[in-house]
């Protein structure tokens, strides 16, 4: 098995709602990414969970919480977005990586739009 | 400041010709770069890699190589498919630096079509 798995594919989303992006993968990585990405711009890296402790957090606003409950899975929750926070969320996974580099593999991603 | 430019927006290249994407960058402390290949509604696809100690790396029909002096790499893409127009992306990592060896640094992308 070499898929990322994202939930849901599409969320629409009003400024006081509460929801959550789900991400799983069993490749055994035990790395895992959140990254933004906005139309026709770069995948920009959030959050990076090591070992499912938090490794990386990009400065991103409080009102996006990750949470890596197992090393399979990881949860993005949603608090209070903006509409500017609308865009396609991707997930990705890797062995960790220490001297030498393992590629990241990423989901479909899910397309975020706040109203 | 954008550390990995890639300059072409797009690219257009008959079936079966080269295509060649270029890609740019700044920090001399990155060591390994790679190339991701996106289709809409997709997310990336790894495509091939390239550590900084070698100039040239080759997976099939995809050939990455890296002038290190010009801090350039491209990739080739030899006989080119029409299910190879996607989004290209570039991107680098830093060399060892604690959980900075999970960061990566994408460039704008470009868009290749490949006519029939």
């Known amino acids: 098995d070499t898929e990322v798995t994202q939930t849901p594919k599409h969320l629409v989303m009003g400024m006081t709602n509460k929801k959550s992006l789900k991400c799983e993968q069993h490749?055994?990585?035990?790395?895992m990414y959140w990254y933004k990405q906005k139309a026709k711009k770069p995948p920009e890296l959030m959050f990076v969970?090591?070992?499912?402790?938090?490794?990386i957090n990009e400065s991103v606003p409080s009102r996006f919480s990750p949470e890596c409950p197992n090393s399979s899975l990881l949860n993005l929750h949603l608090h209070a977005l903006q509409p500017e926070d609308s865009a396609l969320y991707l997930c990705?996974?890797?062995?960790?990586?220490?001297?030498?580099?393992?590629?990241?593999?990423f989901g479909p991603g899910t397309r975020l739009t706040v109203l | 400041d954008q550390q990995v430019k890639q300059n072409s927006p797009s690219l257009s290249v008959q079936e079966g010709r080269i295509s060649i994407l270029n890609c740019d960058y700044t920090?001399?402390?990155?060591?390994?770069f790679l190339w991701y290949k996106k289709y809409p509604a997709e997310g990336p696809t790894f495509l091939i890699s390239?550590?900084?100690?070698?100039d040239k790396n080759e997976d099939g029909r995809f050939t990455v190589f890296l002038n290190k002096s010009a801090k350039h790499l491209s990739l080739h893409i030899v006989p080119s498919q029409p299910g190879d127009s996607a989004v290209y992306f570039c991107?680098?990592?830093?060399?060892?630096?604690?959980?900075?060896?999970?960061?990566?640094?994408f460039g704008k992308g470009t868009l290749l079509t490949v006519n029939p």
């Open positions: 990705a996974s890797s062995q960790v990586a220490v001297r030498s580099y393992n590629e990241q593999f």
């Open positions: 490749m055994g990585h035990r790395a």
């Open positions: 969970y090591s070992y499912e402790k938090l490794s």
């Open positions: 920090n001399s402390m990155f060591d390994y």
């Open positions: 390239i550590s900084s100690i070698k």
């Open positions: 991107a680098a990592r830093k060399k060892n630096s604690g959980g900075s060896n999970y960061k990566l640094t």
